[in-house]
């Protein structure tokens, strides 16, 4: 299967390796006071896909 930079699988592979390889896991996020990296993965990763998931619609 080939994939492109907007498949949301190699995207959440290539968010997942950012925050497992980021130096301090806690460090704060400057954009997000009070957030630390860690909290910015956790908020990204539970926001919901634009891109519809396959099998049968629901109902």
Request: aromatic fraction near 4%; hydrophobic fraction near 40%.
């Amino acid at each position: 299967m080939n994939r492109t930079p907007q498949d949301p699988t190699t995207m959440a592979d290539r968010l997942a390796r950012l925050v497992v390889g980021a130096p301090d896991p806690d460090l704060a996020v400057a954009a997000t006071p009070g957030w630390s990296v860690t909290d910015a993965f956790g908020h990204v990763a539970m926001e919901a896909s634009s891109v519809p998931l396959p099998g049968p619609s629901a109902r």
